[in-house]
């Protein structure tokens, strides 16, 4: 019986010792954040919109969507994001949206001008509009990762899939990463 | 350069602006109406304190696991708990981050000087193991949503054959050492991508995870907690830490009076039984086995890393850059194909083969290292897992093995001693 | 007794209703996961088709009617499925909900003493057989991943034995034709007799490179450059001086070192136009010379070419496709018209010439149009199209490539087209072509850039100094004299830049600012051309205006200095000729007849302009007279 518990004792001892030993390795040589929280994020500077942020979350609807940077965004009446190319008239019809579930919703202001939101419900993040509002226009639309919707997996199933690598882990207190905002500096360079 | 004219005509009005907004290519335009520019929606994630609320749980729900199962006795108690985490780890929380997942975030942390790993990922880690050390596995019979979700749909047990219940048992190491590696290499965290139940805990999810959560528990209902028993990596660790607990789940709360009563209580079958006497082994051959096995094992890990160094260049085709370099050297043609949005995205990245090959080749050298490794532990464990069977411990009492009981404490009431 | 025995079966068929239930609901969520995957609703060809057609036919209102109807059923079709896939799975959990509480009523109630488990097993022969499945499963896995280890390739490693696909069997051959090529040209020269030109010891690709007829060849102090690396301070050899090798001159300074410009010619009535010859692929890029050799390049959809003219009487020698690149795109990136598939200029050391294109790739052809290397950089992300002309000395061509994915200084191994060196920069995407300087004893690439301009070490590509001085998007390229670094852009400012470890702007100035005319200094006075007509001279020391001239047209094309003249050409195609003086003295207006954004180039006697539609080779007749 003594016997039994010496080996019990010895090998728990060494069992918490190896614990000891990752911990303190990891604490001591490595970083460990001690009030920090990881989330994913979206750069857009790197994002080419491969449309795999829709295919690819464990959400069956993307935790990912289209935000819009107002502060960037050239107010056009031809918006490359909203209307596909070679459109005809510059009308709201389904013949002329690029949306495919018409989340991109157009408002006029004043003349010349138009406005453009984004119904988020309906957005399933397939990156069309981001796309033809890069290519032509100022790219005031943006693909990013919702935070009240990712489920901050363990690990990002788009980040494995991302071509670019656009999705990284970033500190919590920088969750989103829009461009659009000139007067910060962060914002406009990219990393 | 088309819309320059356009700036240029506006050139006036442009010089108003700090040169920083003349980046755009369509200024913004100055309303004359009253209109009030929206702002973007970000909703904000979810508070850091709010991971420590978790931690916090966790630590409670591991203590009143402890106490009901070696203080209380109580299954009703233990049940409850197991409810709750079903609903608090699961449903509320989502599965994620969980303590089995946490494992890799560790190895990764381990392995990698640049990944930071947040203290709560840690404790998640760190807490269950802690409390194996010195209660069992109180981690297993209550606070893990996937063990809860299963444990509450078991039907009707069968009994599975003991060898094949030892063999199939090697599955989980085989899977910890498998995750580990992936981990370690930075390449995928496989324990998250292959878990069966947070599609169900989440209502929401790839198909097809959906698909492997309810496959396993329909077989659930027959073979109980079968993803815990035959797959779970962490449980693998837990195993081992379990059986050097300070103390344990007991069958009987005093003395065993052999009424055979709790035999059929677990469906797990984690109840040993007493040795009968024929069963007692012929010593003189027996010791001639473990020698035989104190040998055998430098042998088999000796294979084992000769095999898994061998192995590192089909495991390291599941990371990324190295599937893409070998994609490329062995199907130069794709580069031509627009449709593979990997290749092209390489190819306009403006990287060169060399540069891709160079880093494919970093990350296949680390796979070497750990190949090897993993190779020697596998035979590690195999060896030891065969030489258990020869090891005999005598045992007069209906008690449950510390390595595979969960706590769940169904035997508790099975016992008519008071 | 019997009420127990009641509500147990009753349990029993509780489970069993509710577990069907389940297994119901999850079964037609299969189905319908199903459906949508094999129909996609939001991505039917139905109206994709239709929407073709309605671009083919934009009036018929049937169409949009048919396509508004048919889009609103898609739509539709996804929301609902979606619905019922969220509705599914609520059902499913309270089935599941219902089913486990069940069960668990039913264990409770259920008599628990079941008959015990009389006989155990003989755990003897079941520890024998546990042992022995044990090692069967283990032994076959690590069989299995061997037989597996064994029929995997690494193809890394054959790769790496093989070495690179394209390059690897060409080297030697090369190293060869290279030496040939040395002897032929330099001979060839002599036999010309075109003044110092005899000496065609080209310091480049440094012990590779022998040269042929050192003894013949009297060098001049500026062409000891045989030894590179032990000559310490680099500086501009002879062969650079006496040709145009780069887009704005030797090392890309703006300043030529030929005499005898022609200041007068006409293209409408061809007065000194002593060969004109029409373009037949458009590029905005600058001719280029070596000896007697005048280069340029020109991309459409269909190709990209390099082209060889003799520049004493414009017959075209060659011209070379670069096609077959592994790498290179099947469709060329889109680009503006104003900046086209070719704008940057080719580059030449007298022993080959390289040529970059919009598409990312870059090829190296010897003097005869052979080709010795070329590879693709992968498509620079450029909106307008890349821009960024080549440079090459020694034994490196350099690329600036800045693209919207970041910025990125290379040299290619002139020889080989292996990359050298690669340095990641702090700049946004920009137009402007790298120039060379030498600076404190050290030969430096100079780029401009948004924020930064920067000097880099010519051997090791390392950054030596940066500041951040510019905004927007940088076209200008920048200029060096006496010391001192000059740089420029529109809504920027003009920066005089002291470089050192730590830079210091030396004076700065926003009243005329360049979009894509270069800088040049000369004689301690620097021009600016801008895209809005107006050229203007400055103090190159302290940043004080001498003289400005405003001009209907505006400039694209950078200024050149030579002979102590400034050339600039607007994009009507009017040359405007200066004195290099502290006050205004225009000498001639010559004008091409056609609309020019390129640079000229120079040789003794000439001058070479490109127009849209032409290329022209421009002598006085007293020159043509020699």
């Given at each position: 019986?003594?016997?039994?518990?010496?080996?019990?004792?010895?090998g728990?001892?060494?069992?918490?010792?190896?614990?000891?030993?990752?911990?303190?390795s990891?604490?001591?040589?490595?970083?460990?954040?001690?009030?920090?929280?990881?989330?994913?994020?979206?750069?857009?500077?790197?994002?080419?919109q491969?449309?795999?942020?829709?295919?690819?979350?464990?959400?069956e609807?993307?935790?990912?969507?289209c935000?819009?940077?107002?502060?960037?965004?050239?107010y056009?009446?031809?918006?490359?994001?909203?209307?596909?190319?070679?459109?005809?008239?510059?009308?709201?019809?389904?013949?002329?949206?690029l949306?495919?579930?018409?989340?991109?919703k157009?408002?006029?202001?004043?003349?010349?001008?138009?406005?453009?939101?984004i119904?988020?419900?309906?957005?399933?993040?397939c990156?069309?509009?981001?796309?033809?509002?890069g290519?032509?226009?100022?790219?005031?639309?943006?693909l990013?990762?919702?935070?009240?919707l990712?489920?901050n997996?363990?690990?990002?199933?788009?980040?494995?899939?991302?071509?670019?690598?656009?999705?990284s882990?970033v500190?919590?207190?920088?969750?989103?990463?829009i461009?659009?905002?000139?007067k910060?500096?962060a914002?406009t360079?990219?990393? | 350069?088309?819309w320059?004219?356009?700036?240029?005509?506006?050139?006036?009005?442009?010089?108003?602006?700090?040169?920083?907004e003349?980046?755009?290519?369509?200024?913004?335009p100055?309303?004359?109406?009253?209109?009030?520019q929206?702002?973007?929606?970000t909703?904000?994630p979810?508070?850091v304190?709010?991971?420590?609320?978790?931690?916090?749980?966790?630590?409670v729900?591991?203590?009143l696991t402890?106490?009901?199962?070696?203080?209380?006795?109580?299954?009703?108690?233990?049940?409850?708990?197991?409810?709750?985490?079903?609903?608090?780890f699961?449903?509320?929380?989502?599965?994620?981050?969980c303590?089995?997942?946490?494992?890799?975030?560790?190895?990764?942390?381990?392995?990698?000087?640049?990944?930071?790993?947040?203290?709560y990922?840690?404790?998640?880690f760190?807490?269950?193991?802690?409390?194996?050390?010195?209660?069992?596995r109180?981690?297993?019979?209550?606070?893990?949503?996937l063990?809860a979700?299963?444990?509450?749909?078991?039907?009707?047990?069968?009994?599975?054959?003991?060898?094949?219940?030892?063999?199939?048992g090697?599955?989980?190491?085989?899977?910890?050492?498998?995750?580990?590696?992936?981990?370690?290499?930075?390449?995928?965290?496989?324990?998250?991508?292959?878990?069966?139940?947070?599609?169900?805990?989440?209502?929401?999810?790839?198909?097809?995870?959906?698909?492997?959560?309810?496959?396993?528990?329909?077989?659930?209902?027959?073979?109980?907690?079968?993803y815990c028993?035959?797959?779970?990596?962490f449980?693998?660790i837990l195993?081992?830490?379990s059986?050097?607990?300070?103390?344990?789940?007991?069958?009987?709360?005093?003395?065993?009076i052999?009424?055979?009563?709790?035999t059929?209580?677990?469906?797990?079958?984690?109840?040993d039984f007493p040795?009968?006497?024929?069963?007692?082994?012929?010593?003189?051959?027996n010791?001639?086995?473990?020698?035989?096995?104190?040998?055998l094992?430098?042998v088999?890990?000796?294979?084992?890393?000769?095999?898994?160094?061998?192995?590192?260049?089909?495991?390291?085709?599941?990371?990324?850059?190295?599937?893409?370099?070998?994609?490329?050297?062995?199907?130069?043609?794709?580069?031509?194909d627009?449709?593979?949005?990997?290749?092209?995205?390489?190819?306009?990245?403006?990287?060169?083969l060399?540069?891709?090959?160079?880093?494919?080749?970093?990350?296949?050298?680390?796979?070497?290292?750990?190949?090897?490794?993993?190779?020697?532990f596998?035979?590690?464990?195999?060896?030891?897992?065969?030489?258990?069977?020869?090891?005999?411990?005598?045992r007069?009492?209906?008690?449950?093995?510390?390595?595979?009981?969960?706590?769940c404490?169904?035997c508790?009431?099975?016992?008519?001693?008071? | 007794?019997?009420?127990?025995?009641d509500?147990?079966?009753?349990f029993?068929?509780l489970?069993?209703?509710?577990?069907i239930?389940?297994?119901?609901?999850?079964?037609?969520?299969?189905?319908?996961?199903?459906?949508?995957?094999?129909?996609?609703p939001?991505e039917?060809?139905?109206?994709?088709?239709?929407?073709?057609?309605?671009?083919?036919?934009?009036?018929?209102?049937?169409?949009?009617?048919?396509i508004?109807s048919?889009?609103?059923?898609?739509?539709k079709?996804?929301?609902t499925?979606?619905w019922?896939?969220?509705?599914?799975?609520?059902?499913?959990?309270f089935?599941?909900?219902?089913?486990?509480?069940?069960?668990r009523?039913?264990?409770?109630?259920?008599?628990?003493?079941?008959e015990?488990?009389?006989?155990?097993?003989?755990?003897?022969?079941?520890?024998?057989?546990?042992?022995?499945?044990?090692?069967?499963t283990?032994?076959?896995?690590?069989?299995?991943?061997l037989v597996?280890s064994?029929?995997?390739?690494?193809?890394?490693?054959?790769?790496?034995?093989?070495?690179?696909?394209?390059q690897?069997?060409?080297?030697?051959?090369v190293?060869?034709?290279?030496v040939?090529?040395?002897?032929k040209?330099?001979?060839?020269?002599t036999?010309d007799?075109?003044?110092?030109?005899?000496?065609?010891?080209?310091g480049?690709?440094?012990?590779?490179?022998i040269?042929?007829?050192?003894?013949?060849?009297p060098l001049?102090s500026a062409?000891?450059?045989?030894?590179?690396?032990?000559?310490?301070?680099?500086?501009?050899?002879t062969?650079?001086?006496?040709?145009?090798?780069?887009f704005?001159?030797?090392?890309?300074q703006?300043?030529?070192?030929?005499?005898g410009?022609?200041?007068?010619w006409?293209?409408?009535?061809?007065?000194?136009?002593?060969?004109?010859?029409a373009?037949?692929?458009?590029?905005n890029?600058?001719?280029?010379?070596?000896?007697?050799?005048?280069f340029?390049?020109?991309?459409?959809?269909?190709?990209?070419?390099?082209?060889?003219?003799?520049?004493?009487?414009?017959k075209?020698?060659?011209?070379?496709?670069a096609?077959?690149?592994?790498?290179?795109?099947?469709?060329?990136?889109?680009?503006?018209?104003d900046t086209g598939?070719?704008?940057?200029s080719?580059?030449?050391?007298?022993?080959?010439?390289?040529?970059?294109?919009?598409?990312?790739?870059?090829?190296?052809?010897?003097?005869?149009?052979?080709?010795?290397?070329?590879k693709?950089l992968g498509?620079?992300?450029?909106?307008?199209?890349?821009?960024?002309?080549?440079?090459?000395?020694?034994?490196?061509?350099?690329i600036?490539?800045?693209t919207?994915k970041?910025?990125?200084?290379?040299?290619?191994?002139?020889?080989?087209?292996?990359?050298?060196w690669?340095?990641?920069?702090?700049a946004?995407?920009?137009?402007?072509?790298?120039?060379?300087?030498?600076?404190?004893?050290?030969?430096?690439?100079i780029?401009?850039?948004?924020?930064?301009?920067?000097g880099?070490?010519?051997?090791?590509?390392?950054?030596?100094?940066?500041?951040?001085?510019?905004?927007g998007?940088?076209?200008?390229?920048?200029?060096?004299?006496?010391?001192?670094?000059y740089?420029?852009?529109?809504?920027?400012r003009?920066?005089?830049?002291?470089?050192?470890?730590?830079?210091v702007?030396?004076?700065?100035?926003?009243?005329?600012?360049?979009?894509?005319a270069?800088?040049?200094?000369?004689?301690?006075?620097?021009?600016?051309?801008?895209?809005?007509?107006?050229?203007?001279?400055?103090?190159?020391k302290?940043?004080?205006?001498?003289?400005?001239?405003?001009?209907?047209?505006?400039?694209y094309?950078?200024?050149?200095?030579?002979?102590?003249k400034?050339?600039?050409?607007d994009?009507?195609?009017?040359?405007?000729i200066?004195?290099?003086d502290?006050?205004?003295?225009?000498?001639?207006?010559?004008?091409?007849?056609?609309?020019?954004?390129?640079?000229?180039?120079?040789?003794?006697?000439?001058?070479?302009?490109?127009?849209?539609?032409?290329?022209?080779?421009?002598?006085?007749?007293?020159?043509?007279?020699?």
């Amino acid at each position: 019986m003594n016997r039994k518990t010496f080996i019990n004792n010895s090998g728990r001892l060494i069992l918490l010792g190896g614990l000891v030993y990752l911990t303190g390795s990891i604490i001591f040589k490595r970083k460990v954040s001690a009030s920090g929280k990881y989330v994913w994020q979206i750069d857009p500077f790197k994002c080419m919109q491969c449309g795999r942020c829709s295919t690819q979350c464990v959400r069956e609807i993307s935790a990912v969507k289209c935000v819009h940077a107002y502060q960037l965004c050239g107010y056009c009446d031809l918006c490359g994001g909203y209307f596909k190319p070679n459109t005809h008239k510059l009308n709201t019809g389904a013949e002329s949206q690029l949306c495919p579930t018409g989340a991109l919703k157009r408002k006029y202001v004043e003349e010349p001008f138009f406005e453009y939101k984004i119904d988020e419900k309906l957005c399933n993040a397939c990156g069309k509009c981001v796309k033809g509002c890069g290519s032509f226009g100022n790219g005031s639309l943006q693909l990013q990762i919702r935070h009240d919707l990712c489920q901050n997996c363990n690990e990002c199933s788009i980040a494995r899939m991302c071509p670019t690598n656009a999705i990284s882990r970033v500190p919590i207190e920088a969750a989103y990463q829009i461009k659009g905002d000139f007067k910060n500096p962060a914002l406009t360079n990219p990393k | 350069m088309k819309w320059l004219k356009i700036i240029l005509f506006l050139l006036p009005l442009l010089l108003a602006f700090s040169d920083l907004e003349a980046q755009q290519r369509f200024p913004k335009p100055e309303f004359h109406t009253k209109y009030t520019q929206p702002t973007p929606t970000t909703p904000e994630p979810r508070g850091v304190g709010m991971e420590f609320v978790d931690v916090l749980v966790l630590l409670v729900v591991l203590s009143l696991t402890s106490w009901f199962a070696i203080k209380k006795r109580s299954r009703n108690g233990i049940l409850l708990l197991t409810v709750f985490s079903a609903i608090y780890f699961g449903f509320y929380r989502n599965g994620c981050i969980c303590s089995v997942g946490s494992v890799q975030n560790v190895a990764l942390a381990f392995a990698d000087p640049k990944y930071v790993i947040s203290l709560y990922a840690l404790l998640f880690f760190l807490l269950p193991l802690i409390f194996s050390l010195f209660f069992g596995r109180v981690f297993c019979g209550a606070a893990c949503p996937l063990g809860a979700i299963q444990d509450l749909l078991i039907y009707k047990p069968i009994t599975i054959p003991a060898w094949l219940r030892k063999t199939l048992g090697f599955i989980p190491y085989l899977y910890l050492g498998l995750a580990v590696l992936y981990a370690a290499t930075g390449t995928e965290f496989i324990i998250c991508r292959y878990d069966p139940f947070i599609g169900i805990y989440r209502m929401n999810g790839p198909h097809l995870m959906i698909y492997l959560g309810i496959a396993f528990l329909l077989m659930g209902l027959f073979i109980a907690r079968p993803y815990c028993r035959f797959f779970c990596p962490f449980g693998a660790i837990l195993n081992v830490f379990s059986r050097f607990s300070r103390r344990h789940l007991s069958v009987f709360p005093t003395k065993c009076i052999q009424c055979k009563l709790c035999t059929t209580a677990c469906p797990f079958e984690a109840i040993d039984f007493p040795d009968e006497e024929k069963t007692k082994p012929d010593t003189k051959s027996n010791t001639r086995r473990f020698i035989l096995y104190m040998a055998l094992i430098p042998v088999l890990m000796l294979a084992g890393s000769w095999i898994g160094s061998k192995s590192h260049v089909f495991l390291s085709k599941a990371h990324p850059d190295v599937y893409l370099a070998e994609l490329l050297i062995s199907h130069p043609e794709l580069k031509t194909d627009s449709k593979n949005i990997d290749i092209q995205t390489f190819l306009a990245s403006g990287k060169s083969l060399e540069t891709l090959v160079a880093e494919a080749q970093v990350i296949r050298d680390k796979f070497y290292t750990g190949s090897w490794i993993l190779g020697a532990f596998l035979g590690l464990v195999i060896g030891l897992m065969a030489m258990n069977q020869i090891i005999f411990r005598r045992r007069e009492d209906y008690q449950a093995n510390k390595g595979n009981c969960y706590s769940c404490g169904r035997c508790l009431d099975y016992c008519p001693v008071e | 007794m019997q009420d127990t025995q009641d509500n147990i079966k009753l349990f029993g068929n509780l489970i069993t209703v509710s577990g069907i239930f389940c297994l119901a609901v999850a079964l037609l969520l299969l189905i319908n996961y199903w459906h949508i995957r094999q129909t996609k609703p939001l991505e039917t060809e139905a109206l994709k088709s239709l929407v073709q057609q309605f671009q083919a036919d934009p009036e018929s209102e049937a169409l949009k009617k048919d396509i508004r109807s048919l889009d609103l059923l898609a739509r539709k079709a996804f929301f609902t499925s979606q619905w019922q896939i969220k509705a599914g799975a609520l059902l499913l959990l309270f089935g599941a909900i219902a089913f486990a509480t069940c069960l668990r009523i039913y264990h409770t109630m259920k008599a628990r003493i079941l008959e015990p488990l009389i006989d155990g097993v003989d755990s003897k022969v079941t520890r024998m057989l546990s042992q022995r499945w044990i090692l069967i499963t283990g032994g076959l896995l690590l069989g299995s991943a061997l037989v597996v280890s064994f029929l995997t390739t690494d193809y890394l490693k054959i790769y790496e034995e093989t070495g690179t696909v394209v390059q690897a069997p060409a080297e030697p051959a090369v190293k060869v034709a290279v030496v040939d090529k040395d002897e032929k040209t330099g001979r060839q020269k002599t036999e010309d007799g075109g003044q110092e030109d005899g000496k065609t010891v080209v310091g480049d690709a440094g012990a590779l490179v022998i040269p042929a007829k050192a003894g013949t060849s009297p060098l001049s102090s500026a062409g000891v450059l045989v030894t590179p690396a032990k000559a310490g301070a680099p500086s501009l050899n002879t062969d650079f001086r006496n040709n145009h090798p780069s887009f704005r001159g030797p090392w890309g300074q703006g300043i030529s070192y030929h005499t005898g410009i022609p200041v007068d010619w006409d293209g409408p009535t061809e007065k000194n136009i002593k060969w004109k010859v029409a373009l037949t692929k458009k590029g905005n890029n600058s001719p280029v010379i070596w000896s007697d050799k005048l280069f340029i390049a020109g991309a459409d959809n269909e190709s990209e070419v390099v082209y060889c003219f003799n520049r004493l009487d414009g017959k075209l020698l060659w011209e070379q496709d670069a096609k077959d690149i592994p790498g290179s795109p099947a469709v060329p990136p889109k680009v503006t018209a104003d900046t086209g598939l070719s704008a940057p200029s080719v580059t030449t050391d007298g022993q080959q010439v390289y040529a970059i294109f919009a598409t990312g790739d870059i090829l190296a052809l010897d003097m005869e149009g052979k080709r010795i290397w070329a590879k693709s950089l992968g498509v620079p992300d450029n909106h307008y199209g890349h821009s960024s002309s080549l440079i090459c000395w020694k034994d490196k061509v350099i690329i600036q490539f800045d693209t919207n994915k970041g910025g990125r200084l290379l040299a290619l191994n002139s020889l080989t087209g292996e990359i050298s060196w690669d340095t990641p920069r702090k700049a946004k995407i920009s137009w402007s072509s790298p120039i060379m300087a030498e600076i404190d004893g050290k030969l430096q690439i100079i780029t401009t850039s948004s924020p930064t301009v920067a000097g880099y070490d010519f051997d090791s590509g390392a950054q030596l100094w940066a500041i951040d001085c510019l905004s927007g998007e940088v076209g200008p390229s920048a200029a060096f004299a006496d010391g001192l670094v000059y740089a420029a852009n529109e809504y920027a400012r003009l920066a005089a830049i002291k470089p050192g470890p730590t830079p210091v702007i030396v004076w700065e100035s926003d009243e005329y600012l360049p979009e894509a005319a270069s800088l040049a200094v000369s004689n301690g006075l620097l021009f600016i051309a801008t895209s809005y007509g107006m050229f203007a001279c400055y103090d190159s020391k302290t940043g004080k205006k001498q003289w400005e001239k405003e001009y209907g047209q505006g400039f694209y094309g950078s200024p050149m200095i030579a002979e102590g003249k400034v050339y600039v050409m607007d994009r009507s195609g009017a040359m405007h000729i200066f004195k290099v003086d502290r006050t205004l003295t225009s000498l001639g207006d010559p004008i091409l007849g056609e609309k020019s954004v390129v640079t000229p180039a120079f040789a003794d006697g000439a001058i070479y302009l490109k127009g849209e539609k032409s290329l022209f080779g421009i002598e006085t007749i007293r020159q043509q007279k020699k």
